[in-house]
Each structure stands twice: as C-alpha cells, then as structure tokens.
C-alpha cells in the first residue's frame, strides 16, 4: 500500500503531564484499495435477491468507501529522552530498550515507525497490561485489547464469514479500517489462555498477521477484501509460554518481565499515589508524598493492586477528614479487620 508524507505535531492528551518525546503523525498510508471494495460491493449489488441478506456486509463497504483508504502513519522525529517511561516502569527496561532501537532505525528517513512483535511474559499482576497502554500512549494511535481468556473463536480475530447469522468484521479489520491511524497498537492478553478447539482457533490469524509481508494482505473473512495490516504494533502478554505454539513465539521478541524489586514496587508505590493524586480534583486536598509506612505497606502488592488499595485508603482519609494516609486506612487482604472503603 501507497505512502505518502503528512507532517502534524501529535501533541499530548494531557496537559498535567507532558510526554517524554513527541512523534509527529508523518505519512499518510492506504491500508486497502477502493477498487477491491468496489468490485466485490459490484458483485454484492448484482447477486442480492430482497436487499437484505448481505445488508451488513454491503453497509461496510459502503462505509469503507465513504471514509476513503488513507490513514495516519506516527513517525519520530528523532531518538528520544524515555526517562520518564524507564522512571514509571523500572522493570521494563529491556523493553523499552528494544523500543528505543524500534524508533532509532526510523528516524530521518521515509520509513514509518516497525515494532517487532512482542511478548511481554511474566506472572500476574506485575504490570504487562500496564506497559502497553503506556506504549500506545507514547506511539499516540491508541490501545486496542484482545483478551484471549474470553476468546471461544478464532473469528474474534478475524471476522466472520459474511453468511452467518450476527457475522461481523474482527478486531483487526476495526482497528484499521474504523480507526484513524495505520500502526495502532493491538494488545492479545493472556495469548496463552486462548481457547482452541477443532473447528476454531483463535491464534490461527497470527500465524500471518506477525509476519510483516503477508500481513500486508490480510484478509477479514467477513469483509474479503485484502487489508494492509503490516504496520500494526503487536504485543502480546502471557504468563506461561507453554500455551503458546512454537511459530507463533518464532514470530515475537520475548521478554521475560520480572517482579519488581522492593526498592522499585516502593517506586511504583509512590509514583501511582501522585498519578492518582493529579488525575482527581480531590487530590489536591492530599500531600505529594505518603509516609514511609504507607508505601511499605503497598510494596508487596501487585501494581494492579496498588491501584486499588490507595483508592480505599483515600477514601477512608477523606471519611476521617483527613489530608494524609495514613498505614491502617489501607485494606488488609485476608483478614476481617480492613475497613471499607471507596473502590474504583
């Protein structure tokens, strides 16, 4: 598919905090050709008996029409200061290192912005998820999640054949054709808990979609018409790998993310307490920083669970009127003692 160049300054979505770097949007890409869609809504138009068998299917290549095939491709402008990503993310560093690689081969030249495929392997709770709405965010195209444990057929993926009662179009036909860009980030989570059967195998598309030159003709078996879907970004998370065929971890750099040290979970700790603080209104009643204690207590927690507990225990200081956490307004998992709180 045609590239061609566009520069617009991507600017951040937040003004509280600035991006670590700015990837400009530099090219314009088609991701499919009009004449495709036009030939098979040709053959659509010229076979349909009442009008309403394929009515979905010929809405959709209407809509592809309508909108055109070009799509923003982010591209950087230079190698840029990651720092406070490595800050944030202590225990990535290996994969924002690659990241960083990624980024260096394209800048100053045509190319648009490649990441290999990537598997973020590790236990749960450790942050995986996490890592990638941090990178869709640095790219500036959005996340869009797959989660594989709640997957039962391959077409979630893929589309489904336009016949089928309820067929629609999949997760990478969407991602590119009702979005705006043509690199967004797609997430497979808990890619080792998809659920296979003999009629269905919700990893089967990969097995085209992670190599670059047939994922330039990837076709949606709802849609049928080829999708230039090789600039996408992949990651994948899981926590065993044995779930996972052999070509498909062929096609992925894999990373084995570690727990955080104590040192960086009490890090993480801190750094969630101020992300939470600047993100509400409510915040500004609280100090910059929790005592000692507090962020003692968060350690051992998984970073999802952080989350949670310092939504309990801001919610208790408030109840007692208070402008600081304090140890015990944090749950106690296991026990009957931990007071209630607010959730998120």
Partial sequence: MESRSLVVAQTSRSSECPPPFQLPIAQVRSVFDPSDVERRLGKL????????????????????????????QV????????????????????VLDDVRRHVALSQDSRDGLEVTPMLLLGPPGIGKTHFARHLADLI??????????????????????????GARPGKVFEALVEGAYANPVIVVDEIDKANC??????????????????????????AEVPID?????????????????????NRMNVF??????????RHIALRLYQSIRAEHDWGSRFGETPHDD??????PLAPREMRRALMVAFGNARLDARAE????????????????????
């Fill in 45 to 72: 138009q010229a076979a349909a008996g009442d009008g309403r068998e394929h009515e979905s299917l010929r809405g959709t290549y209407e809509r592809m029409l309508a909108r055109g095939p070009e799509r923003f």
């Fill in 75 to 94: 591209k950087p402008a230079g190698v840029p200061e990651m720092a406070s990503l490595y800050d944030a993310l202590p225990n990535f560093t290996e």
């Fill in 140 to 165: 500036g195209t959005g996340m869009n999640l797959v989660p594989m444990g709640s997957m039962t057929a391959g077409w979630l993926l893929s589309g489904s054949a336009s016949q089928w009662k």
């Fill in 197 to 222: 059967d003999a009629q269905y195998d919700p990893l089967g598309a990969l097995y085209g979609l992670l190599e670059h030159d047939t994922a330039g003709a990837f076709v949606d078996e709802f």
């Fill in 229 to 249: 879907a090789s600039q996408v970004v992949w990651i994948t998370t899981a926590n065993d790998p044995r779930g996972i065929p052999d070509p498909i971890l």
């Fill in 256 to 265: 084995e993310v570690q727990p955080p040290s104590p040192a960086q979970a």
């Fill in 294 to 299: 507090v962020l003692d207590r968060l350690a």
């Fill in 325 to 344: 956490l304090r140890a015990d307004d944090l749950p106690r998992a296991g026990n009957g003692r931990s007071r209630i709180g607010f959730m998120q």
